[in-house]
């Protein structure tokens, strides 16, 4: 895995210093031009393993495509896995075509103010599509904790370790498995960039996010009669915790949102 990580990592660099891919090219998650943000001068390029790039596709990135799909066969093993516990998920929403899996990989760039105190332009980094399960390889030149936003704003610290991978359970989770889980906001990020002598152009995140496609309506994992899940406790009778929400909606809020530590689940939350 550390030899396809890293041929991977060399392919995101030239794929980064490439001119026939935007800085961001979020039109694919259904932005238009004008959401974009243009404020933020770090690169975020998205790929879809399930789809094409731009021109000739992945033909000219296999290690990043074989990368993205193994991460993959872990997120949706990790799905898998949180469907068969008694206070999971209360079914395995991938199943049956109840929700279409979607792969995506994420790769980010950073700037040096990733090493100030810069909180809001640290945090505005963090934002990408809502997800289900979220998967990190860990290089092994991160030697500094990852921070990461918890369910309640507060700040968590994570010890890499390198040549594994990290999860992360995210906003889709938390609402199928009605409040069960708690997710972790957006992705973790590196408290500081190691040094090895180049500009940031060397200090790039590579996430592979399962999710779901932007169209789908998330609501929570109810059980049937019948079934040994826990419902949870909530104040509605049928023990909603979470309004139903189309994604569309809520990614666009995601993006847009210039309090970085907001709750945006709060005004779907029954």
Same mark, same amino acid.
């Given at each position: 895995?550390?030899?396809?990580?890293?041929?991977?990592?060399?392919?995101?660099?030239?794929?980064?210093?490439?001119? =026939?891919?935007?800085?961001?090219?979020?039109?694919?998650?259904? &932005?238009?031009?004008?959401?974009?943000?243009?404020?933020?001068?770090?690169?975020?390029?998205?790929?879809?393993?399930?789809?094409?790039?731009?021109?000739?596709? &992945?033909?000219?990135?296999?290690?990043?495509?074989?990368?993205?799909?193994?991460?993959?066969?872990?997120?949706?093993?990790?799905?898998?896995?949180?469907?068969?516990?008694?206070?999971?998920?209360?079914?395995?929403?991938?199943?049956?075509?109840?929700?279409?899996?979607?792969?995506?990989?994420?790769?980010?760039?950073?700037?040096?103010?990733?090493?100030?105190?810069?909180?809001?332009?640290?945090?505005?980094?963090?934002?990408?599509?809502?997800?289900?399960?979220?998967?990190?390889?860990?290089?092994? =030149? =991160?030697?500094?904790?990852?921070?990461?936003?918890?369910?309640?704003?507060?700040?968590?610290?994570?010890?890499?370790?390198?040549?594994?991978?990290?999860?992360?359970?995210?906003?889709?989770?938390?609402?199928?498995?009605?409040?069960?889980?708690?997710?972790?906001?957006s992705r973790p990020q590196p408290t500081s960039l190691p040094f090895d002598g180049c500009d940031g152009t060397g200090c790039i995140s590579l996430t592979v996010l399962v999710t779901v496609p932007l169209d789908t309506v998330i609501s929570p994992l109810l059980p049937s009669a019948g079934e040994g899940c826990v419902a949870?406790?909530?104040?509605?009778?049928?023990?909603?915790?979470?309004?139903?929400?189309?994604?569309?909606?809520?990614?666009?809020?995601?993006?847009?949102?210039?309090?970085?530590?907001?709750?945006?689940?709060?005004?779907?939350?029954?």
């Amino acid at each position: 895995m550390l030899t396809l990580a890293t041929s991977a990592l060399a392919e995101s660099q030239s794929l980064l210093r490439s001119h =026939w891919l935007p800085a961001n090219n979020l039109l694919s998650l259904g &932005f238009n031009p004008e959401d974009l943000d243009h404020d933020d001068q770090d690169r975020i390029l998205m790929l879809d393993t399930g789809g094409r790039v731009d021109g000739d596709g &992945f033909a000219s990135l296999p290690a990043l495509l074989e990368f993205g799909k193994c991460l993959e066969k872990v997120g949706l093993g990790v799905v898998d896995i949180l469907s068969s516990m008694k206070e999971g998920f209360c079914k395995n929403p991938f199943e049956k075509r109840s929700y279409t899996p979607r792969c995506l990989i994420w790769i980010s760039s950073y700037d040096i103010d990733i090493n100030t105190d810069k909180t809001g332009s640290q945090m505005r980094k963090t934002k990408c599509y809502p997800y289900v399960v979220g998967l990190q390889y860990e290089m092994n =030149w =991160w030697k500094q904790p990852y921070l990461a936003t918890g369910d309640s704003g507060e700040r968590i610290s994570i010890a890499p370790v390198a040549d594994s991978i990290l999860v992360t359970l995210g906003d889709i989770a938390q609402v199928w498995s009605n409040g069960r889980f708690k997710r972790v906001r957006s992705r973790p990020q590196p408290t500081s960039l190691p040094f090895d002598g180049c500009d940031g152009t060397g200090c790039i995140s590579l996430t592979v996010l399962v999710t779901v496609p932007l169209d789908t309506v998330i609501s929570p994992l109810l059980p049937s009669a019948g079934e040994g899940c826990v419902a949870g406790d909530a104040d509605e009778d049928d023990g909603r915790r979470f309004h139903a929400f189309y994604l569309e909606e809520y990614a666009w809020r995601i993006y847009h949102e210039r309090l970085p530590l907001k709750d945006l689940l709060l005004r779907y939350r029954s």
